[in-house]
C-alpha cells in the first residue's frame, strides 16, 4: 500500500503562487507515474497535471497548462505542484495520486493522498 501525504496548501491572492509536495515513504516509487488532481465544492473531481517514472515526460490540464509546473525528486520519493498565477476558479482540494496508467484518465490512478486545501481570494 502506497501511501501519500500532501503538504503546502492555503490561502493565497490571485496572481501569487503556492507548491504543493507529495511524500510518500514507499521504495518503490519511482516506479509509478504520479500526478495531481483537484476538486472543487460541488464539482467532480478533475485531472490537473501528471509525470511518467521514466521518461519524467509531463502533461497538463489546458486550465493550468503554462501556469502550473509538476516536477518529482525520485531520491527523496517527493513530487511537487509549483502553481503560478493563481486564480480564484484554482480554489480546491489538490490530491497527489500514483498509478500506472496515464493517470489523465482516472481509472488507472491506484493511489490517492488526502488531500491538501488551495483557497484563492480575488
Known amino acids: 500500500q502506497v501511501q501519500l501525504v500532501e503538504s503546502g496548501g492555503g490561502l493565497v491572492q490571485a496572481g501569487g503562487s503556492l507548491r504543493l509536495s507529495c511524500a510518500t515513504s514507499?521504495?518503490?516509487?519511482?516506479?509509478?507515474?504520479m500526478g495531481w488532481f483537484r476538486q472543487a465544492p460541488g464539482k467532480d473531481r478533475e485531472f490537473v497535471a501528471r509525470i511518467r517514472w521514466g521518461t519524467g515526460g509531463t502533461y497538463y490540464a489546458g486550465s493550468v497548462k503554462d501556469r502550473f509546473t509538476i516536477s518529482r525528486d525520485n531520491a527523496k520519493n517527493t513530487v511537487y505542484l509549483q502553481m503560478n498565477s493563481l486564480k480564484p476558479e484554482d480554489t480546491a482540494t489538490y490530491y497527489c495520486?500514483?498509478?500506472?496508467?496515464?493517470?489523465?484518465?482516472?481509472?488507472?490512478?491506484?493511489?490517492w493522498g488526502q488531500g491538501t486545501q488551495v483557497t484563492v481570494s480575488s
Open positions: 495520486v500514483a498509478g500506472g496508467g496515464p493517470l489523465e484518465i482516472q481509472q488507472y490512478v491506484d493511489y
Open positions: 514507499d521504495s518503490t516509487f519511482t516506479n509509478y507515474h
